[in-house]
C-alpha cells in the first residue's frame, strides 16, 4: 500500500471544518489520506447565532460546538499558524505547553483562514474598539455593556452616566446590525426590569455606516425597512459617517462629531489573516486566488476557499460573497476535488449562485431576501430562525438552542456578569536549581527579567558539549535575541540558584519595542554586546 496523503486545513470556520467533515465522509471505509485540521480555538462558532449571545437569547456556549466533537477522523492541532513553508511543505505553529517549534508538514494544503479585524491608520481604535468577531468577543461586549449599566445606575456624574449609556457600533452589515439590534432590546428590557436610575429612554445604541442605507447585501427595500424597525425601537443611524478614531471617552467620526461614550464596537473594517499576506501565492486585494475547483492558481496541492480567498462567481459576475451558505457548498467541492486528486477521477466546479440573504432584527422582527422573494417583519423572523437552527451543526446544540428561544418567551434576561481574569501581560515565575528556563532551538515567546537568584547562560561547541558564556543575577534580563530576530533561542538558560522572575510575552514585548526607540535600541545595544562575548568566548 503506498504511503497515506496528508491534508492539512488552515481555520476552523464554515470553510475549514466543513472541508474536514466532507472529507470524513470521502474517506469511507479507505485509508488513502489523513486529516489534519489546525485552528488556534478548539471550537466551531456558528457565527449568524452569535448577537444571540450579547444579549442572553441563547447560552454562552449554544453557538460553538466542540470540533473533536463534529470531526472524529481528523487530527486537531489547537495552535495559531506561524508560518508556511511553501517550499518544504510545512506548516509550523505556535508551541503548546513548552516551546518547541511544532511542524506539520503536508502533501494538500488547504487554506480558509478566513478574516480577522484590523485597525490599521486608525488611532485608538486598536487599544479602545472592541471587535465582533468570535465568542470572546460576544461574550465581553455582554459582560461590559452588563457592568456599563450597573455603573450608571449609581453613578451621579451626568457626564460620566452618559457616556456609560451611549454605545456605539460601526458597522452596517449582517453583523453590526445584528448586535445593534439585540444590544438594544438587552439593554433597554434590563433598564426597564431591574434598574431604579436608569430606564430604556436613557440607553442611547448608535449605529454608524459609511454608505447610505444599511445591509447593502440585501435589496434597498428591505434594507430600508430595517432601518425603519431599529430606528423605531430607538437605535439612532448615522449615515454616509465613518469611524475615525477613537479614545478611552469618545468616538471620533469621519464628520468630525465626537460621541462621548465608554462602548465602541466595531465590526469593520476586516482583512485576510497575517498568515495569507506572508504566503507567496497569487492574490487580489490581499485574497488568495482560486479557480472554480478552489485550487490556486498555479499550484496542484493548494487549495483556497472562505474569507480568505476570491472564487469567481459561478455566473460570471464578480466574486463570491463572504457568507456561510458560499464557503461551506466552497468546502464540499474542495472536498470532493482534493480527494479526486489523490485517487483520480473527474472534479467538479463550484456552481453555486446563492440562495439569498437574511438578517434578524431582534424583537421578533428581520428580514428576508429568498430565492427572489422579499419577505419582512415577523415571516421572516420565523424564516431566520428555522433556517439557521437546521443548519446549526450537532443535534443537542439544536434542542438546546431551541428551548433556550422558547423560555426567552417566558422569562427575563439573565443579568449574570461573568468576570474572567486572563492571564496577564507580565507574570511572575519561580524556578528551581537544575531547571532550565529555555533550551537551545526553542521558540522566542517571552523575555525574562530576574527579580532573585541565578541563572547560566551556555551554548554547545563543536564537541556537542556545554561552554558558559553568562551568569545572569538579580535586575539583568535575558531571552531578549530571540524576540528581537524573529528566530529560536540561541542559547540554554539554566537556574543555578533558586529564582523568581518577571516574564513578559512576546506581543507585550513587541509593542513596547516598537513604541519606544529608546527602549529598543538599549535591547539591541545589549544584544550586540552579549554576541561579541560569545564571538571572543568571554
Sequence with gaps: MSERKRIVILGGGFGGVYTAIHLEKLLGRRDDFEIHLINHENYFVFQPMLAEVISGSIGIMDAVTPMAKLLKRTKLHIRDVEEVDLKNK??????????????????????ALGKVTHFKGMPGLPEHAIPFKNLGDALYIRNHAIHAIEEADIETDPQLRKELLTFVIAGGGFSGVEAAADLNDFLKDIALRHYEAVGPEDVHVILLHSQDRILPEVEEKLGLFAAKILEERGVQIRFKTRLAA????????????????????????????????????????????????????????????????????????????????????????????????IRGGTRKQFAFKGLGSMCSLGHQSGVADVMGFHISGILAWLMWRVIYLSKLPGFDRKVKVT???????????????????????????HYEVGQEIFHKGDLGDRIYIIVSGKAQVSVEDGAGSEKLIATLTPGEYFGEMALLNQTTRGATVRCVESMDVLALRKQEFGALAANLPDLKASFEKKMQQRLQGTASGK
Design 403 to 429: 428551548i433556550a428561544w422558547l423560555l426567552d418567551f417566558f422569562f427575563p434576561p439573565d443579568l449574570v456578569q461573568l468576570k474572567l481574569f486572563p492571564m496577564g501581560a507580565v507574570v511572575q515565575e
Design 90 to 111: 510545512v506548516v509550523v505553529t505556535s508551541p503548546g505547553f513548552v516551546p518547541k517549534p511544532h511542524r506539520v508538514p503536508y502533501d494538500h494544503l488547504v487554506l
Design 246 to 341: 477613537a479614545t478611552k471617552t469618545e468616538a471620533i467620526l469621519s464628520t468630525g462629531e465626537r460621541i462621548a461614550t465608554r462602548t465602541l464596537i466595531s465590526t469593520v473594517p476586516a482583512s485576510p489573516n497575517p498568515i495569507i499576506e506572508k504566503i507567496e501565492l497569487p492574490k487580489d486585494r490581499g485574497h488568495v486566488k482560486a479557480n472554480l475547483e478552489l485550487q490556486v492558481e498555479g499550484s496542484d496541492h493548494i487549495w483556497s476557499l472562505g474569507d480568505c480567498a476570491v472564487v469567481p462567481h459561478p455566473s460570471g459576475k464578480g466574486f463570491c460573497p463572504p457568507t456561510a451558505q458560499f464557503g461551506m457548498r466552497q468546502a464540499a467541492v474542495a472536498a470532493h476535488n482534493i480527494v479526486a486528486s
